[in-house]
């Protein structure tokens, strides 16, 4: 069988890999998208070339031989990317993973080295197949030597053997020495002909066949001017040949019989690809992710019939297991305790009826590390025990250091920390219809191994966070939030049952009538709430224009409606009664149905490890969402009541915070000095937009200016504010353009956050939390796109949550400190809500705006209103 030897050019598809994948890093910090390029690109030719041979060579440094004849050699480069550069050691790691020979010489580069071995194989009647992206190793090609050069990205490649070559430039190998020596290369910093282009190359050479041949025969030239130039140029043309001619004779410290290759070894590059977290290439090569040695097939626990004191020494790590995923009022099914005397499992009745274990489990004295502090907070307040002590939460730790991860399950975490000992709830629990207890010995072992997982990466994810800058987060905002958040949800916030089955009935009435117009307007009765018959009435009966339609029929969404509302008196009838049937649906009925009949009360959950950009949201029920533009919508507020009579409660929120927190992060002089003297940023905008007096901006003027001023961080487009006031994308473009020479350090902080982030590969928030941004060198536009709007507002939309969340953090205090019943309920968006006595009131507006407006020290004052009344509506 003739041998096949393939020769990989390593710097130039490293180069093609990093370049055509978004940048990737690991859950170690480790840049990985040339390393993933360059390995799945591997994968490929090993596959498709079944090679008996191979080598991969490297430039071995910046200068060789022929920076001895062109000092200016490759000159005009760019310094290859940091994040580039560090994964050249990957990549070698890799191909010793799949012994590959690598090769790489003192002032030689990997085309010269290439060019040598080829000629060594051609000579021997090899098959040699090189991989790159640089046309000048077509001068390689001959009868047993083929290129593949990558046209776009690792996968779109060209193979050239002669006929090709002549088939696409109508040249010979040797002659594509002359072509670039005509041409010259950018890339490499070569002059060629100044003037002459790939076009004008290729005529002169089939005219003259050489580059010698055509300045022996310059009078043959046509055109003036290209024989002026060839005549000026002539020196730089015969330079340029001799730098694009490879090297064949270099002086190699190998032979064509050391590079044999026979195959990979499975379970090497297996364990390699689990390392660098290429779990689809570990599926590619039919692996399974492989287990790092900390995994334990067997954990010795004792399961206690008695609790004692030497059981629940400190620090210990505890689990307390709810296996439903709403833990409010839930069964416990167990405890699990681990700790330097020992690893114990707490049946339930047993934990809860133990004096000694309720005395251990409210002592703030004894440190106890977690995973989710919240529900085991709340699911042991519901039992009347005050849980303190908690110094570390797994989850918490894990969500900052990976908050992209969707899932934060303790088995999640433990195997992207390489530490596979706990299964996950769904092995033991099941799911759905199936979800049920296991045997209280397959339970105990279970909660043992995930207190014994949190006992042993909690050192690991603080070491993590250490190096992140991110522990002053951890310890100082996000532990003491969600303990402050456990106390809310399992106080929860009471709700007027009567007024909300009363308000759904009037609902139910007006969506009634509505439904009568509709079935008027339209001469006809259908289901308004088919998009399929609505369809049929609006653009078959009533013959409106269609707008989109989708693979079932006619699109009847809110945006094409919302474009035909002048068309058909109709129209605004559907939108306000979808409007009204989700209000009823969602919100009323959903209320309802959400209310614990023993307290009274719904007990929202707050969502602390979600939000990419560390806002706190909420489910059953989502109170983040209440629609407040209708007056239906605003009036479900006043179903939210004080749970003690002559109560009132309180609404304190932030005044324009994200801008705020622009003007801190960008350093504007001009909206720094607004927010210092107070004035109406809006107004304030408008004036240097518009370039008029205080006086003189009128409303549409203020308008247009509060669109930009909270759409500008969001990247708005001309496109999008043309579409959000209602003006052409020209005049939206000039007026984008007005305002950012208008606050220059705004425009200088979008332009920088955004090369920052494509350097970093993340952003981050005043206090150091992370969103991480590997679409942000994507070559995908709207990839990009998207990735740079997100630098742009991540870090102001973060810190004005991490500013509410301190002074949550801090208003908790505060409440204590002065001995206060008032309490904090509700958290939503930029506001807080809290209950309080009457006479408690005159505190609150001192001590509320005084903690909200000093959390954090900004270079403008922090604003914060209040109202308080009767119900939530009357607070607003």
């Given at each position: 069988?003739?041998?096949?030897?393939?020769?990989?050019?390593?710097?130039?598809?490293?180069?093609?890999?990093?370049?055509?994948?978004?940048?990737?890093?690991?859950?170690?910090?480790?840049?990985?998208?040339?390393?993933?390029?360059?390995?799945?690109?591997?994968?490929?030719?090993?596959?498709?070339?079944?090679?008996?041979?191979?080598?991969?060579?490297?430039?071995?440094?910046?200068?060789?031989?022929?920076?001895?004849?062109?000092?200016?050699?490759?000159?005009?480069?760019?310094?290859?990317?940091?994040?580039?550069?560090?994964?050249?050691?990957?990549?070698?790691?890799?191909?010793?993973?799949?012994?590959?020979?690598?090769?790489?010489?003192?002032?030689?580069?990997?085309?010269?080295?290439?060019?040598?071995?080829?000629?060594?194989?051609?000579?021997?009647?090899?098959?040699?197949?090189?991989?790159?992206?640089?046309?000048?190793?077509?001068?390689?090609?001959?009868?047993?030597?083929?290129?593949?050069?990558?046209?776009?990205?690792?996968?779109?490649?060209?193979?050239?053997?002669?006929?090709?070559?002549?088939?696409?430039?109508?040249?010979?190998?040797?002659?594509?020495?002359?072509?670039?020596?005509?041409?010259?290369?950018?890339?490499?910093?070569?002059?060629?002909?100044?003037?002459?282009?790939?076009?004008?190359?290729?005529?002169?050479?089939?005219?003259?066949?050489?580059?010698?041949?055509?300045?022996?025969?310059?009078?043959?030239?046509?055109?003036?001017?290209?024989?002026?130039?060839?005549?000026?140029?002539?020196?730089?043309?015969?330079?340029?040949?001799?730098?694009?001619?490879?090297?064949?004779?270099?002086?190699?410290?190998?032979?064509?019989?050391?590079?044999?290759?026979?195959?990979?070894?499975?379970?090497?590059?297996?364990?390699?690809?689990?390392?660098?977290?290429?779990?689809?290439?570990?599926?590619?090569?039919?692996?399974?992710?492989?287990?790092?040695?900390?995994?334990?097939?067997?954990?010795?626990?004792?399961?206690?019939d008695q609790i004692e004191e030497k059981h629940l020494v400190s620090p210990s790590a505890m689990i307390v297991e709810v296996?439903?995923?709403?833990?409010?009022?839930?069964?416990?099914?167990?405890?699990?305790?681990?700790?330097?005397?020992?690893?114990?499992?707490?049946?339930?009745?047993?934990?809860?009826?133990?004096?000694?274990?309720?005395?251990?489990?409210?002592?703030?004295?004894?440190?106890?590390?977690?995973?989710?502090?919240?529900?085991?907070?709340?699911?042991?307040?519901?039992?009347?025990?005050?849980?303190?002590?908690?110094?570390?939460?797994?989850?918490?730790?894990?969500?900052?250091?990976?908050?992209?991860?969707?899932?934060?399950?303790?088995?999640?975490?433990?195997?992207?920390?390489?530490?596979?000992?706990?299964?996950?709830?769904?092995?033991?629990?099941?799911?759905?219809?199936?979800?049920?207890?296991?045997?209280?010995?397959?339970?105990?072992?279970?909660?043992?191994?995930?207190?014994?997982?949190?006992?042993?990466?909690?050192?690991?994810?603080?070491?993590?966070?250490?190096?992140?800058?991110?522990?002053?987060?951890?310890?100082?905002?996000?532990?003491?939030?969600?303990?402050?958040?456990?106390?809310?949800?399992?106080?929860?916030?009471?709700?007027?049952?009567?007024?909300?089955?009363?308000?759904?009935?009037?609902?139910?009435?007006?969506?009634?009538?509505?439904?009568?117009?509709?079935?008027?307007?339209?001469?006809?009765?259908?289901?308004i709430n088919s998009p399929k018959q609505l369809g049929e009435v609006l653009f078959e009966k009533l013959e409106l224009p269609?707008?989109?339609?989708?693979?079932?029929?006619?699109?009847?969404?809110?945006?094409?409606?919302?474009?035909?509302?002048?068309?058909?008196?109709?129209?605004?009838?559907?939108?306000?009664?979808?409007?009204?049937?989700?209000?009823?649906?969602?919100?009323?009925?959903?209320?309802?149905?959400?209310?614990?009949?023993?307290?009274?009360?719904?007990?929202?959950?707050?969502?602390?490890?979600?939000?990419?950009?560390?806002?706190?949201?909420?489910?059953?029920?989502?109170?983040?969402?209440?629609?407040?533009?209708?007056?239906?919508?605003?009036?479900?507020?006043?179903?939210?009541?004080?749970?003690?009579?002559?109560?009132?409660?309180?609404?304190?929120?932030?005044?324009?915070?994200?801008?705020?927190?622009?003007?801190?992060?960008?350093?504007?002089?001009?909206?720094?000095?607004?927010?210092?003297?107070?004035?109406?940023?809006?107004?304030?905008?408008?004036?240097?937009?518009?370039?008029?007096?205080?006086?003189?901006?009128?409303?549409?003027?203020?308008?247009?200016?509060?669109?930009?001023?909270?759409?500008?961080?969001?990247?708005?487009?001309?496109?999008?504010?043309?579409?959000?006031?209602?003006?052409?994308?020209?005049?939206?473009?000039?007026?984008?353009?007005?305002?950012?020479?208008?606050?220059?350090?705004?425009?200088?902080?979008?332009?920088?956050?955004?090369?920052?982030?494509?350097?970093?590969?993340?952003?981050?928030?005043?206090?150091?939390?992370?969103?991480?941004?590997?679409?942000?060198?994507?070559?995908?536009?709207?990839?990009?796109?998207?990735?740079?709007?997100?630098?742009?507002?991540?870090?102001?939309?973060?810190?004005?949550?991490?500013?509410?969340?301190?002074?949550?953090?801090?208003?908790?205090?505060?409440?204590?400190?002065?001995?206060?019943?008032?309490?904090?309920?509700?958290?939503?968006?930029?506001?807080?809500?809290?209950?309080?006595?009457?006479?408690?009131?005159?505190?609150?507006?001192?001590?509320?705006?005084?903690?909200?407006?000093?959390a954090i020290k900004l270079d403008v004052p922090l604003k914060v209103d209040y109202e308080y009344g009767s119900t939530w509506?009357?607070?607003?």
């Open positions: 069988m003739k041998n096949k030897l393939v020769l990989i050019d390593g710097n130039s598809i490293a180069y093609r890999a990093f370049f055509a994948l978004p940048l990737l890093n690991n859950d170690k910090g480790v840049y990985t998208n040339a390393v993933l390029g360059f390995t799945t690109m591997l994968l490929k030719i090993i596959e498709n070339e079944s090679p008996t041979h191979m080598l991969v060579a490297f430039d071995a440094g910046k200068t060789t031989f022929r920076h001895k004849t062109y000092t200016e050699y490759k000159g005009g480069r760019q310094k290859t990317p940091s994040e580039l550069s560090e994964q050249f050691p990957v990549i070698r790691e890799v191909l010793d993973a799949f012994d590959i020979k690598r090769y790489e010489i003192k002032d030689y580069e990997a085309d010269d080295i290439i060019g040598t071995v080829a000629l060594l194989a051609d000579k021997e009647d090899w098959d040699v197949k090189i991989y790159s992206g640089d046309k000048d190793l077509l001068q390689l090609v001959s009868k047993n030597v083929h290129v593949a050069l990558t046209r776009k990205g690792i996968t779109d490649i060209d193979t050239y053997d002669p006929a090709f070559l002549n088939e696409k430039y109508g040249l010979t190998p040797d002659q594509i020495i002359d072509m670039k020596a005509l041409m010259g290369d950018n890339s490499d910093n070569i002059p060629g002909v100044p003037g002459v282009g790939e076009k004008t190359a290729l005529k002169l050479l089939k005219q003259f066949g050489t580059v010698e041949a055509v300045f022996e025969s310059l009078d043959e030239v046509s055109g003036k001017k290209l024989k002026e130039k060839l005549e000026e140029n002539q020196d730089k043309a015969m330079m340029s040949k001799e730098l694009v001619t490879i090297y064949k004779d270099t002086p190699l410290d190998l032979e064509l019989k050391n590079l044999t290759y026979s195959g990979f070894d499975h379970d090497t590059v297996a364990a390699l690809f689990s390392d660098l977290g290429f779990k689809s290439l570990l599926t590619r090569i039919g692996a399974e992710e492989v287990e790092e040695e900390t995994e334990i097939d067997e954990l010795n626990f004792e399961t206690l296996m439903e995923e709403n833990y409010h009022n839930a069964d416990i099914q167990g405890f699990s305790i681990i700790n330097e005397n020992g690893n114990f499992y707490l049946p339930t009745d047993l934990a809860l009826s133990s004096d000694v274990f309720k005395t251990f489990l409210e002592d703030g004295s004894q440190k106890k590390w977690v995973f989710d502090a919240k529900s085991a907070v709340v699911a042991l307040g519901w039992k009347g025990i005050a849980l303190k002590g908690i110094t570390f939460d797994l989850v918490i730790a894990s969500y900052l250091l990976n908050p992209s991860e969707s899932t934060h399950d303790l088995s999640a975490i433990s195997r992207r920390e390489g530490f596979s000992i706990v299964s996950s709830d769904e092995t033991v629990y099941g799911k759905g219809a199936k979800r049920k207890l296991p045997e209280e010995n397959e339970l105990a072992d279970h909660l043992v191994r995930k207190a014994y997982a949190v006992y042993q990466l909690k050192e690991t994810l603080e070491e993590q966070l250490r190096k992140n800058e991110q522990f002053e987060l951890f310890q100082d905002l996000e532990m003491p939030l969600t303990l402050v958040l456990g106390e809310m949800e399992t106080k929860g916030v009471s709700v007027d049952t009567a007024f909300l089955e009363k308000m759904g009935e009037e609902l139910n009435k007006k969506l009634s009538a509505i439904q009568s117009r509709i079935f008027e307007l339209a001469g006809v009765e259908f289901n269609v707008i989109k339609k989708t693979k079932t029929g006619y699109s009847t969404s809110a945006d094409v409606l919302e474009k035909l509302e002048s068309k058909h008196e109709v129209i605004p009838e559907i939108l306000i009664y979808r409007q009204l049937g989700k209000l009823n649906s969602t919100y009323i009925e959903g209320l309802l149905k959400v209310i614990y009949s023993d307290t009274g009360k719904i007990h929202t959950r707050f969502n602390q490890a979600l939000t990419q950009t560390g806002r706190l949201s909420s489910i059953d029920p989502n109170l983040q969402n209440i629609p407040i533009r209708l007056e239906e919508g605003r009036k479900i507020r006043k179903a939210f009541i004080p749970s003690t009579k002559n109560w009132v409660m309180f609404a304190a929120d932030y005044s324009q915070i994200e801008l705020r927190v622009l003007a801190h992060i960008a350093k504007d002089e001009n909206l720094i000095e607004a927010f210092q003297q107070g004035e109406d940023i809006h107004t304030k905008t408008a004036m240097n937009v518009f370039d008029v007096q205080k006086d003189d901006v009128t409303s549409d003027m203020r308008r247009h200016a509060k669109a930009v001023n909270f759409g500008i961080v969001y990247g708005i487009s001309d496109y999008g504010l043309s579409q959000s006031i209602g003006i052409s994308r020209k005049e939206a473009g000039e007026f984008i353009d007005r305002y950012l020479e208008s606050f220059p350090g705004v425009k200088r902080y979008m332009e920088d956050v955004v090369s920052e982030a494509k350097q970093d590969g993340f952003v981050s928030t005043l206090m150091q939390r992370r969103r991480y941004l590997p679409e942000i060198n994507s070559r995908n536009f709207n990839q990009r796109g998207f990735a740079e709007r997100t630098a742009m507002n991540t870090p102001i939309q973060g810190t004005a949550a991490d500013i509410i969340k301190l002074a949550m953090v801090q208003m908790d205090t505060r409440l204590k400190e002065e001995n206060l019943q008032a309490r904090m309920l509700l958290q939503v968006h930029d506001e807080l809500i809290f209950e309080a006595p009457e006479e408690e009131i005159e505190t609150l507006k001192r001590i509320v705006p005084e903690v909200m407006e000093s509506y009357d607070a607003k």
